[in-house]
């Protein structure tokens, strides 16, 4: 299948693709160097072809996602890159897509800011009966990234995306809420969630925070784009990827995702679960994407017991710098930013939010999740008086970062 990546109406290259696996095979022609997907080196005038191909297949649904495997067996497809060609590769998160050579389509034609797309996919991923209808490819579901189960769609006329949580206790759609709230309370840039009921399952609701101007780049994107040599820390190496960009102040929003993890014990802020926004037209670089993704935290897989236990989180993953969150808070340059007065109160907000999860959060899981968040609290308060920075050491990086894996819990 010939096509030409483009990036809005920009073409960037001539490629020949799979029609079966949905790799790329060639690479015809570079178009536009500069519209490259950030971290696909281009060398001399010759692409790193597997990099590109990193990318592509990235863009697609990944095959831990929850209810995965069992859509793509009703759909008889082998894999969900497959689905990538038939949306044309269009997202809501980016401007990337696949136009098939000589075909006369414009951006402004199929993208999905201005247009609708089918609910099938999604539905179908959902685990929601489809029944034996044809189903409608175009949506930005064949695109979405990510283990949680999830579904685009449009509310009160605004691109929202609705994410689930894992069993047992379908925890992270209320913990996106309550991280929603905090940010709120400390004024920290964040996308914004509320809770939604479907069916008898909770789901995050949250608006698209990209435009048809911009696009959202992954850390892991922008680490790419340099050679981490091993005497620099993961924390320092994306600071030094984001200078290269040109954005030379991304202290202060580090500092305040740092914070906002350890204060919800957040085990899972990988590489792909914060990034930096640009404008996909002038390809100038807005800053640091608001804060997204925080709901696999609070003891969200633990029993109550186990929360208490490890209250600091010395025993729970870290990512995305350091292995434990007491190293990762070190990290953090300055806490002046943090009005603790403003969190008085908010254990309390905590409680009555978790409440709303009926079943799922019996009283004492509450208590457990809210007393060992106040700990906390405390700890960072004790911290931001004593605070001193302390020499970032690269021995204590996290090693491997990978999304978190449900799928031991996966039977929603
Ligand atoms: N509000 C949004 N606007 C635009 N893009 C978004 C938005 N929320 C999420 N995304 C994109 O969708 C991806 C998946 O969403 P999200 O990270 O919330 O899902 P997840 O299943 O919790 O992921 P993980 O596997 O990290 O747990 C994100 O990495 C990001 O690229
Ligand atoms: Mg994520």
Known sequence: MDCILMHKNV?????????????????REILAVSHMPVGVPVKRGVLDRAALNGWWIDR?????????RKAMEILGLENPQMLLTRCLGLSLSDQYWMKPKGQDIQWEDVNFFDHPFSEDIGDLLLGKPV?????????????????????WKILHGRRCLLKGGSAPFV??????????????RLGIPHVTYSLLWDSGKPYSVCEDFISPETELVSA???MQIARKDNSTSVYQHFINCCRKLGLTKVTRSLDQMLAVDYLLLNEDRHLNNFGLVRNADTLEWVGMAPIYDSGTSLGYDKLSGQIVADGFGDRTECKPFKRTHREQIQLISSLDWLRFDQLMGFSEEIREILSGAGEYADPARIQAISTAFEERLKHLEELALTHRTVADNPANDVEVDVAADYTHNMNL
Not at 131 to 151: C, I
Request: hydrophobic letters at 35%; zero cysteines; charged letters at 20%.
């Open 11 to 27: 073409p960037v290259a001539d490629l020949q693709l799979d029609q079966v696996t949905g790799y790329i095979l060639r690479v």
């Open 60 to 68: 697609s649904i990944p095959a831990s996602r929850s209810g995965v």
């Open 131 to 151: 029944g034996g209808k044809k189903m409608d490819f175009q949506t930005p579901d064949n695109t979405s990234d990510g283990f949680l189960p999830k579904q």
């Open 171 to 184: 925890q992270q759609p209320f913990n996106e809420v309550i991280a929603s709230r905090l940010m709120e």
């Open 220 to 222: 892991w994107r922008v």
